[in-house]
């Protein structure tokens, strides 16, 4: 019984392979694949009067030469950079709400409020093993409509100002210079409690969720980490995501050792982070995401010490600069707003 069991298996699986060959013997030659193709779209203006407004965008269908169920991708391109996916539709034919292609447009390189000529392409696939084909680009005269991101951004919990907005402990994020709508803090973060954030400190808009969450997870109304730990919270809404992750410092510089980004770590130590000055200069820091789009630019996310205090660069200039002896110990308490050199 058990010889006639394995056999049976292995007739199964030679009849699902032959089958699967069959049905990829059906798929037209490479060369006779018929790629979708998008029909020219009228020009696009984004204004605040038409966000909830959609526009559609059509095509003729690919063919395969097998009767089987075909998925199109639609994709955004500004300039000479990477496409953008906008979203995907079985059919021929795609609505998309304004204010998601404004998004899109905007996070694939297009400027506010300023016309600008974009690329569509679509494509086209049945399966994974299956090619895919991909149609001719389509050019589209796009104008953006200008977000209205907030200019404040805080965070409440039950460890930043114990669900009290008048509690000097409630989290005031710092803005990522040069992005709209890109907001940061790092803050000692204990399991179980629940934290959410407002763009004003008070009731009433507050939210635990843009619709990406990383990092976390969100019951009953509150956001939560799943071990206590030292963290950086970035929020970018023009992309509608909150990622949460281990808090990464750095420190840059001559009183470090060089100007090379992400080579001198600050170590945490309980609710602290920690590094020492190895030569005589100015103390510069910053902070690093793997959710920020600054890239080399560390400067969009620095801070130093002023007063016995932490003082973010935020969207503003230059900051007052800090000079330090060799073998001086930083200290950094995130949560408490304080830092030391000793």
Known sequence: MKRLNIILSLLLITFTACEKEQDMAKVAPADQLMAPVLASHSAIVVTADNLSETTTFKWQRADFGISAAIEYFLYVQVDNGEPTLVSSAYGDSLDVKLEDL????????????????????????????????TSQPVGVRVTTFKPLYPDNMYMIGKNFGDWNWDNSSVVEMTPTWGLEGHFWCIRYITAGNGFKWNTVKSWGGDFVSLGSDVGFTTADGNA???????????MDMPNTKITIEQARVYGMGDCFGSWDTEQYPFQVNNQTMNLITSAAGELRMYAVSSASPVGGDWWKMEFVILGGNIAYRGAGDDQTRVQVDAGKTVTLDFNAGTGTIQ
């Open 224 to 234: 939560f980490v799943a071990t206590s730990g030292m963290y950086i919270v970035y």
């Open 102 to 133: 404004n998004k899109k447009i905007i996070a694939a390189g297009a400027e506010p409020i300023v016309e600008t000529n974009t690329t569509f392409i679509l494509t086209a696939s049945i399966q994974e093993d299956y090619p895919t084909v």
